[in-house]
């Protein structure tokens, strides 16, 4: 509180202007909030607040894009990170239409943003002035709470607001439109910067109900044959440890979602893979065999469901979830229990009884051992020219000892490096999930790099996804920060060509790139980079990769038509799964 | 079946909140019979009433869990129509021109315990409480005159429970009374 005083009286100190403008409000209040980094793209509507930053340089940190949707991704992949709001800045218009993919991603994959957006001055708005659009109206459907301030004197409480609703509860992006007036004028206020703690109509269950912990707690000591789906919400809630005190205390086998990847050391004995539609053989059949199925912070998406009328219905199920509209949505839930994923889980470990499930465990082993047979052996080991996706991911998953955050694109380079990378180490995976949007990679692994810049972070980008955002490689070179890229290219729009194949009569239409030459390309943005198409050179190249202090970019020329297995069908029951 | 479930919701009183709400409706494909938007009792309280109708219960349950997740919402409720008192407005204006039929207003007071709220030089304004279905029998009724202009509210209604809005209301707030 004494530091906050500090600065609210620095920032009203006599001599400068006795009130602040609404744009050094919004830079006080960012910094009263704790913010250190602003991923960015100035331009006219914004300006105002621009001219602010000039003077809060030194206590926050603005990174530059080439591309507001670089910026949000950023802020993604910032926020994925650190558990807390990524914060972009953009001007009106073009400049904020440009953040709404990022926006839409981060609702669907419950990440939390603040996007503080600029807009026309307040006499203008309704009259299609230059640069308006109604981004209220846009971004409606896309953000967990929007708001257009037109007045200076509402700024500090409105930011203090967006991130409270930006990082509690089930987190998700928030957009605040601020036009031109409100940034110029004065406040007739003093600046007074309160966190908010509280807001009426708002209000996220984090300690669930002891009722339902115990009805949950009967239904999983009553188990013969329980399975646990540990999702995003274990990462959200920083409930690693819950989670693995839990299993080992139950010994009940856990998968993990594509987002809940890294809650589980790979390597536990009871980790039993990812479900889904690229997921593990034995983690999608058997989640038709057990009898109570335990969700944890997750959504039943249909990537892990397939067809909702086979899906479980021997099971009873527990659903933990901080989102009540997620409970009875896809799948009914037998015992529910709302709340935050940490606060169920430590309320549930003294309820739930020590238990062997071994032999059930032995099953999805069998499970695994033909996958291993059928599939795993062919993508590792195989004898033919070209490198395979999955030896290149496998290989650096070994060299970063599985401690490195993968950041990945969307697509069959995604499922591949999820397949493949054996996660060791908490909150490593970031990818683009419920929005599979392309082009995520690049801008959220530059994010997630300046969050954690003593990690190795690796964006691992198919060919296609590359080319939606590669002019981040610009804001990379800027910075100077070490950020790893593998280009796995195999001169396809990978996921749709083997769709095309697979359901769509080998009519492959319009999924072959002619690719630019990745390596002079990352050049002239002054990046170094190496192409390697050996596999005689795989495991160098991937040294020269990682031990560089740069940024480097390294493009691994992987057989073209490859297919990703398993496969589960779109709409297909979990049982049917494809091994070729 | 398709049957009618009225939807209560309850907010700050925000801009944009009606658009907020209404998405969730629009995303699922969801007709909205009717709409109302008032004030309550409670100051910065907002009631929105919204009929919809549909075949599933639970989809309406998720609907409503949906709408419950807006931030600046309070409190949602669905009902069926036999846990709710509820009403419209019909208001008709009817041609009384001279040497025409004049217009019963005995039949239309006693009878459809409708009123005349206003009378022109040649015509009236009738105004019918009821439910939309007594509504449209006494547009049948007034349909001898020439019908001008008609027009009906959306639903208004009040659940049958003994319990006041502001129990439902988060506890901290101060939910002074208008």
Not at chain 2, 26 to 35: A, F
Request: aromatic fraction near 8%; charge should be negative; glycine fraction near 8%.
């Amino acid at each position: 509180m004494g530091q906050t005083q500090t600065q609210t009286e620095a920032a009203n100190q006599p001599g400068q202007k006795k009130f602040l403008s609404g744009a050094q409000a919004i830079m006080q209040s960012l910094v009263e909030q704790g913010v250190d980094t602003i991923f960015g793209y100035p331009g006219g509507a914004i300006m105002p607040t621009y001219d602010a930053l000039y003077d809060y340089q030194d206590r926050l940190k603005h990174i530059l894009v080439r591309h507001e949707q670089g910026a949000g991704h950023a802020a993604q992949g910032y926020a994925r990170m650190l558990n807390k709001a990524g914060v972009c800045m953009v001007t009106s218009g073009p400049g904020a239409t440009n953040l709404i993919t990022p926006i839409a991603d981060a609702m669907l994959d419950s990440t939390p943003l603040v996007c503080i957006v600029g807009q026309v001055k307040g006499n203008l708005l309704g009259t299609d002035a230059f640069q308006e659009c109604d981004l209220i109206g846009i971004s409606m459907p896309v953000t967990k709470w929007n708001y257009q301030v037109v007045d200076a004197n509402e700024i500090p409480e409105i930011m203090a607001k967006a991130f409270y609703i930006a990082e509690t509860g089930r987190p998700g992006p928030v957009l605040i439109d601020i036009t031109r007036t409100a940034q110029t004028d004065l406040m007739t206020v003093p600046f007074e910067y309160k966190p908010c703690k509280s807001i009426i109509s708002y209000k996220p269950r984090v300690e669930p109900k002891a009722e339902h912990v115990e009805a949950a707690a009967k239904l999983i000591n009553g188990a013969k044959r329980p399975y646990i789906l540990a999702g995003h919400g274990i990462i959200i809630a920083g409930a690693e440890k819950e989670l693995n005190d839990f299993v080992d205390k139950t010994g009940i086998p856990v998968a993990t979602t594509l987002l809940g990847m890294s809650s589980m050391d790979a390597d536990h004995p009871l980790y039993v893979g990812w479900p889904g539609m690229h997921g593990n053989y034995g983690a999608n059949v058997l989640t038709n065999s057990c009898d109570v199925l335990i969700a944890i912070g997750m959504r039943f998406d249909d990537r892990i469901t397939g067809d909702l009328a086979t899906y479980a219905k021997q099971a009873k199920v527990v659903h933990i979830e901080i989102d009540p509209s997620e409970v009875d949505k896809n799948v009914k839930a037998d015992a529910p229990v709302v709340g935050d994923a940490k606060a169920a889980l430590k309320a549930l470990l003294p309820l739930v009884n020590k238990a062997d499930h071994s032999v059930w465990r032995a099953e999805f082993k069998k499970y695994d051992d033909e996958e291993y047979e059928k599939i795993t052996l062919k993508d590792l080991f195989h004898e033919g020219d070209k490198i395979k996706m999955g030896e290149a991911v496998n290989l650096l998953s070994e060299k970063t000892k599985g401690e490195a955050v993968v950041v990945t694109d969307v697509g069959q380079h995604q499922m591949i490096t999820n397949r493949y990378y054996r996660f060791k180490k908490r909150n490593s995976i970031v990818t683009s999930g419920g929005a599979g949007t392309m082009g995520f990679a690049l801008p959220a692994a530059f994010g997630a790099k300046v969050a954690v810049p003593e990690r190795e972070v690796v964006a691992v980008i198919g060919d296609g996804g590359f080319q939606m955002t590669l002019q981040e490689l610009g804001t990379i070179a800027q910075s100077g920060l070490p950020v790893k890229i593998i280009i796995l290219n195999n001169n396809f729009l990978g996921m749709v060509r083997q769709w095309q194949q697979l359901f769509f009569d080998n009519r492959y239409s319009f999924v072959e790139l002619q690719n630019p030459d990745f390596i002079t390309i990352a050049k002239g943005f002054g990046i170094a980079g190496h192409t390697v198409s050996d596999r005689a050179e795989l495991s160098d190249s991937l040294d020269t990769l990682l031990s560089s202090d740069k940024p480097y970019l390294l493009e691994i020329v992987c057989e073209k038509e490859e297919n990703v297995f398993p496969m589960v069908p779109a709409g297909g029951c979990v049982t049917s799964v494809r091994l070729e | 079946m398709l049957t009618n479930y009225t939807i209560s919701v309850f907010t700050t009183n925000t801009v944009g909140l009606l658009n907020r709400i209404t998405i969730i409706f629009t995303r699922r494909r969801v007709n909205i019979e009717s709409l109302t938007v008032s004030e309550t009792e409670r100051r910065g309280v907002s009631r929105f009433t919204i009929v919809i109708k549909n075949e599933n219960r639970e989809f309406v349950e998720k609907l409503v869990r949906q709408i419950r997740k807006v931030t600046d919402v309070l409190a949602v409720f669905g009902y069926l129509d036999d846990e709710i008192v509820f009403n419209e407005i019909g208001l008709f204006k009817i041609a009384t021109p001279l040497g025409g039929t004049p217009v019963d207003v005995k039949t239309i007071n006693l009878d459809w315990n409708a009123k005349i709220v206003h009378f022109g030089l040649d015509y009236v304004v009738v105004e019918k409480n009821g439910s939309e279905e007594e509504i449209q029998e006494f547009y049948a009724y007034l349909k001898k005159w020439e019908i001008l202009e008609y027009v009906k509210s959306g639903r208004v209604a009040v659940g049958k429970t003994e319990k006041g809005l502001v129990e439902f209301l988060p506890e901290e707030g101060n939910w002074e009374i208008v």
